[in-house]
């Protein structure tokens, strides 16, 4: 069965109609997403590379998990959902560091992404690379990088495009 998601006006206030994923990209709805980036005790950040079948941005580094809220879902209920999905981390919700929301419209012809993004971040002491257990549909492999090397993957366009949050990123880093 197809993901269901709540469909957003264009202030991000719920509609109160929901639509399955593909008619919410195929009509261009306003929906939400969820950011996380997960950071250990050194600075390094969890990224992830997207697997090469997925829609969008196959084969990109991403921060730690992303992902769409499911209808009815809250957002910190999606961030925890979509950590332990993609990278296998489970956390509990006041390990959630809310960071900001923020609005990002693109068209990309057939695909129309008109979406809000809430953005968190998490603190991880001892995250073991050779422990994340990846979601083989989405994620094929992981690495923990530090600013420097974030901003290599950035200027060689190896990331997918998420300015605002990178940029928040590397403030709370420094």
Not at 62 to 85: C, M, N, P, W, Y
Not at 92 to 113: A, Q, S
Request: charged share 35%.
């Amino acid at each position: 069965m197809e993901e269901m998601i709540d469909i957003l006006d264009k202030n991000g206030t719920k509609t109160g109609e929901i639509a399955t994923r593909k008619k919410v990209h195929a009509k261009g709805l306003w929906h939400k997403i969820i950011v996380i980036a997960v950071i250990d005790e050194k600075g390094k950040v969890l990224m992830q590379q997207r697997a090469n079948n997925v829609e969008t941005n196959p084969g990109k580094w991403d921060v730690s998990a992303a992902g769409h809220i499911s209808a009815g879902q809250t957002s910190i209920e999606a961030a925890k959902r979509e950590l332990f999905e993609e990278v296998g981390i489970d956390i509990k919700e006041n390990e959630l560091k809310y960071i900001f929301t923020y609005k990002c419209m693109k068209n990309l012809g057939d695909f129309i992404d008109n979406q809000f993004f809430d953005f968190y971040i998490v603190k991880k002491d001892n995250i073991d690379i050779k422990n994340i257990k990846m979601q083989e549909s989405e994620v094929q492999q992981v690495k923990l990088c530090n600013l420097k090397e974030i901003k290599e993957m950035i200027s060689n366009q190896e990331v997918v495009k998420r300015d605002k949050v990178y940029k928040e990123l590397f403030q709370y880093l420094k």
